[in-house]
């Protein structure tokens, strides 16, 4: 679902978002329709994730319900993260600092291992490849294991950094660092990436 489209879910999230919570009355009289549509609208937003409520006490009546935005329902809205981690990182380029992006992401690298320490230890070679295929999925990167002859094909056809990693190649380093600490392997080797303009990054993993 994209903010965009002249419907009423969307103009009750729009309604949302610029005003922060609203009771359905509110949303009814802003949008001159009926309490009951309002409300049916609303289930279906709070269903669906983009939206819950909250009671909100008050000194005389009833308590009210309010609603808004989850996490979920602010991400419908544009957001510039990556346009922004660009341009931070071009500017650390330029200032001749270029060591330093390549210590950040071998900091948060080091930080996502740690981060999964709990899930990975004491688990077995392919019992990690599992929780790794189930993270990448979770991330969004369409991941793809196969075993042939010993060796293990990691594929992803998605890369949710594309845009910075195709300025930045320290990403794609350490996103290969992050397989290999991962899953504790000998040796991971990058047959193609995305970065570079392949159709997908395919990893060949080796654990001895």
């Known amino acids: 679902m994209h903010v965009g489209e002249n419907s009423t879910k969307e103009e009750i999230l729009r309604l949302i978002k610029t005003t922060g ?3 359905i009355l509110e949303m009814a009289r802003e949008l ?19 939206i819950r409520s909250a009671i909100q006490r008050q000194t005389k009546g009833r308590p009210s319900k309010l609603y808004q935005l989850t996490a979920k329902g602010e991400d419908l809205f544009p ?9 931070l990182l071009t500017e650390l380029k330029s200032m001749g600092q270029g060591h330093l992006i390549t210590e950040l992401f071998s900091r948060r690298k080091n930080r996502l291992v740690q981060q999964y320490e709990i899930q990975t230890a004491g688990k077995s070679f392919s019992e990690k ?19 042939e002859e010993g060796q293990v094909h990691l594929k992803e056809f998605n890369c949710p950094y594309i845009e910075t990693a195709e300025e930045f190649k320290q990403i794609c380093r350490s996103e290969k660092e992050f397989i290999k ?3 504790s392997a000998d040796h991971v080797d990058i047959k193609s990436c995305m970065a570079a303009g392949d159709g997908c990054c395919h990893y060949i993993i080796k654990q001895d």
């Open 21 to 23: 919570k609203l009771s």
């Open 79 to 87: 957001k510039k993260y990556k346009q922004l981690s660009v341009e």
């Open 181 to 183: 600490d991962f899953l």
């Open 129 to 147: 490849l599992q929780v790794l295929e189930d993270l990448l999925l979770l991330e969004g990167f369409m991941p793809e294991l196969l075993i």
């Open 32 to 50: 001159g329709i009926t309490e009951m549509a309002v409300r049916k609208h609303i289930q279906a937003l709070e269903k669906d994730g983009f």
